[in-house]
């Protein structure tokens, strides 16, 4: 492939799709295409004929997802028609143009009861219906766009939208004790160093033999730990940015009731990825970093 790489991306205002903006600003090789629900719906399969038929990218990246896990248990349709039949409506139309499709999907098509980590052949068995939604979603992908790359990542934040860090933070803010689960296990990603790695996969990407390398991939950075642990480390890092920081206690997942259940324990193995691509992905605590230097000063609430 000569030129520039074009790459049609959706869910542009998620925070996968923001922290590709800021890495996509400094990549000139990479032509990143941004568009929101309201330019393309992915439930609306004339909305991603008309822009794929329009841009004619070399790859289609689907970050546009219903991610809210506790209103995807209320609503399981929404879920399904976001997850399950808008990644299929991108992988089938991608594929009557023959341009490969970069698919993202999530830990949770795991029960969590597995000890050691999880591998790309182990059986799914989500135990919600964000997970059942994102599993129909992979399914869709990898049978119909025969070039597919479905990477299942973790545990994202960044300093966009509100997510685990940013919540962490502002409760630190207002001064409050905070009692975290501590028998949760998963993978922290940081949202700005999966979009590196987004990046670079593409430029891989340009010159594969899709024959062998169209598949399943667990990419997360590598470092698991309990929810608990990850808390701790925001709240150390904080202290030393002279941010926020606060007392943080260990819970039970038993003890908070929400309307989805979590799985416990899905710790990825990424070697799949590494063998394939390579896995880059700095230190947690560096990453912690960069996304508390970048995101907006927590404010105390006022009543
Ligand atoms: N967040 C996590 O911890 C996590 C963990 C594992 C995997 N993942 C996966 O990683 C990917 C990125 O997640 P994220 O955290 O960046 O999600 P996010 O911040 O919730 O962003 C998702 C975006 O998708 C958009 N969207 C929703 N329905 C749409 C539709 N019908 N058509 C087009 N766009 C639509 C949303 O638009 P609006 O802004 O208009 O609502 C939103 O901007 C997703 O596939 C998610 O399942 C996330």
């Known amino acids: ?39 393309l719906d992915v439930t609306k399969a004339q909305s991603c004929s008309s822009m794929i038929d329009r841009l004619r990218p070399n790859f289609v990246l689907n970050l546009a997802a219903y991610t809210n896990v506790d209103d995807a248990e209320r609503f399981p349709d929404n879920a399904h028609h976001v997850n399950g039949v808008g990644a299929g409506n991108l992988a089938q139309i991608s594929a009557v143009y023959d341009i490969p499709i970069i698919h993202i999907s999530t830990d949770y098509v795991f029960d969590g009861e597995k000890r050691s980590p999880y591998v790309e052949t182990d059986r799914t068995n989500p135990v ?23 990477l299942r990542t973790a545990w994202l934040y960044s300093p966009f939208g509100s997510n685990f860090v ?14 975290i689960v501590a028998d949760q296990v998963g993978n922290p990603t940081s949202a700005l160093d999966l979009a590196k790695s987004l990046a670079d996969l593409v430029r891989q ?8 390398h169209s598949g399943i991939y667990h990419l ?41 259940v979590r799985p416990l324990r899905t710790v990825l193995s990424m070697d799949k990825y590494q063998n394939a691509f390579g896995l ?24």
């Open 1 to 39: 492939m000569t030129g520039t790489t074009r790459v049609l991306v959706t869910g542009k205002n998620g925070q996968l799709s923001k922290s590709l903006k800021v890495v996509s600003d400094a990549a000139a090789d990479l032509e990143f295409c941004f568009f929101a629900r309201n330019t």
């Open 128 to 150: 919600n219906a964000y997970g059942m939604s994102k599993l129909a979603g992979e399914n869709s992908v990898s049978r119909l766009n025969p070039k597919h790359i479905v």
């Open 166 to 179: 940013s919540w962490l933070l502002s409760a630190a803010a207002n001064g409050r004790q905070l009692r």
């Open 205 to 212: 990407l340009e010159d594969v033999d899709w024959a062998s």
């Open 220 to 260: 997360a950075a590598p470092e698991p730990m309990t929810r608990f642990q990850w808390a701790k480390k925001v709240i150390a890092v904080s202290g030393k940015l002279y941010g926020p920081t606060c007392q943080v206690c260990a819970a039970a997942s038993s003890e908070f009731a929400t309307p989805a």
């Open 280 to 303: 880059k992905f700095p230190p947690i605590e560096k990453s912690i970093s960069d996304v508390l230097q970048a995101l907006p000063r927590p404010r105390r609430d006022v009543h």
